[in-house]
């Protein structure tokens, strides 16, 4: 039997779909770019395939969906899920908009490509012994790695609140969070206790969707889902796309 089907918590990580700034690499903070046409068709094919009764993130197995106050985050959610399933987690107090999940602030670097941040810190007399690296060094007049994993600790420590009394299934408690690359990918340096400066390359696709858990039915053992077996439907039932 896996863990999920003895009903381990999951937490599903969202990142927003394609924005123009996304395209060409500029790092995207504060300003609120609108999804492209097809950041908006990724999401919904990601919602098509994974949302929904019997698929990866069943709405009715939900304790809580927390969405990033970005414009670009809050339609992710919205072509995401189904409109029934967002009634429903609305009538039920689930949906919760929290700044712990905005984008990292980039501050002097809003709007830059690396090699472009890279250039101006060069061109100020910093980094003359290694390369500038978000995860240690943070950002001029933005924020610092630490005040970011201080936000994300607070709500991973919420979560695990939540879902620590039930790691055995006896409640549906699975999380959902909808948000950005740098900032989801933070969350999940966080989660496994890494301080942000470890080197962990990660990937997220725009429109993406990630998953991490607990090892052993134990909130003390976070991991993440590094692969995931879809079961054929039981008998009499049928998969819808």
Not at 81 to 106: C, I
Not at 145 to 174: C, F, N, S, W
Not at 222 to 232: E, H, S, V
Request: proline fraction near 6%; charged fraction near 25%; glycine fraction near 10%.
């Amino acid at each position: 039997m896996s863990d999920k089907d003895a009903g381990t918590p999951r937490v599903y990580l969202a990142r927003h779909g394609e924005t123009e700034w996304t395209i060409n690499g500029r790092y995207t903070g504060v300003t609120d770019l609108p999804l492209t046409t097809n950041g908006e068709a990724q999401v919904l094919g990601s919602g098509r395939a994974l949302v929904g009764a019997g698929k990866l993130i069943n709405p009715s197995r939900l304790a809580a969906v927390y969405i990033s106050p970005r414009h670009r985050a809050q339609q992710t959610y919205e072509l995401l899920f189904p409109a029934p399933a967002k009634a429903a987690l609305s009538s039920a107090g689930l949906v919760h908009t929290t700044s712990r999940l905005a984008e990292w602030d980039y501050g002097l670097y809003e709007g830059l490509l690396t090699k472009e941040i890279r250039a101006a810190r060069a061109s100020r007399g910093l980094d003359t012994q290694r390369p500038w690296d978000i995860w240690r060094d943070g950002c001029e007049e933005g924020e610092s790695a630490a005040q970011v994993t201080k936000r994300l600790d607070d709500l991973i420590r919420e979560i695990r609140q939540i879902q620590g009394p039930y790691m055995h299934g006896e409640k549906p408690v699975d999380v959902v969070l909808v948000a950005h690359g740098h900032l989801l990918r933070a969350f999940a340096k966080r989660w496994l206790g890494y301080p942000m400066e470890t080197p962990l390359s990660m990937m997220m696709e725009p429109g993406g969707v990630g998953v991490l858990s607990y090892q052993h039915h134990n909130v003390e053992e976070p991991a993440f889902l590094l692969g995931l077996a879809l079961p054929l439907p039981k008998d009499g039932e049928e998969v819808k796309n």
